[in-house]
């Protein structure tokens, strides 16, 4: 009896089937880079969007709880604490090259209920003029944190005065800007932390 080995025709060369694990593997590795990114990608969106969420809610969650009080300290200890303690002009901190990156960040709009108010502390130079506003926005979710359609506003004007404080008490709910100018008599503008400060409390 005699055995016959017959060799199976494979019109594929060694070249191709090196080809074709090399597409197979390339396609692997595709795949594994486009599911890379798109977590990536995602990532990317959800601490973007916590970002945002959380620096929103820093202008509305104020008139609903009171932060201070979380940390044993109510806001009218607070306030008054503040008004109490405004150091004179000479204290005053030089300014810095970060100094008007950390005015930008100063949040000067809150979001506030009716009857609550918010207080202005002041510490002036002599011979210094100070213009306080506080303006009342339209109601924007959201885009009233950008930007503010005035409806109204109050005004103060405080001279003769080097430390003190003013309070304005809201009459409606809504989302409210304010803002200080101050002018060395005659007629020269200062600046703020280098001339003056002003500090603005979110009161009962």
């Not at 017959?6 to 090399?22: G, H, L, P, R």
């Not at 104020?62 to 009080?69: N, R, S, T």
């Not at 604490?81 to 930008?104: F, G, V």
């Not at 009233?144 to 008490?169: D, H, P, T, Y």
Request: aromatic share 14%.
């Amino acid at each position: 009896m005699s055995l016959t080995f017959k060799q199976a025709k494979n019109s594929n060369t060694w070249q191709d089937f090196i080809a074709e694990e090399s597409e197979s593997s390339l396609r692997r590795r595709r795949g594994i880079r486009k599911s890379t990114f798109r977590r990536m990608y995602l990532s990317v969106f959800i601490l973007v969007t916590a970002g945002f969420t959380l620096y929103c809610s820093l202008f509305y969650v104020g008139a609903f709880i009171d932060m201070g009080k979380i940390v044993g300290f109510s806001q009218s200890n607070r306030v008054h604490h503040a008004q109490q303690n405004i150091k004179p002009i000479d204290d005053l901190k030089p300014r810095t090259a970060l100094s008007p990156i950390i005015e930008a960040f100063m949040i000067n709009r809150i979001y506030m209920r009716k009857g609550q108010s918010i207080i202005a502390t002041y510490s002036l130079p002599t011979n210094a003029e100070l213009f306080l506003s506080v303006r009342q926005c339209k109601s924007q979710p959201l885009l009233e944190i950008f930007n503010c359609r005035v409806l109204g506003a109050q005004n103060a004007v405080i001279n003769n005065r080097s430390k003190g404080f003013k309070e304005f008490i809201v009459s409606e709910p809504g989302f409210y800007y304010f803002e200080e100018k101050v002018v060395k008599l005659p007629n020269k503008n200062l600046k703020a932390f280098l001339d003056y400060r002003i500090i603005w409390y979110r009161g009962g």
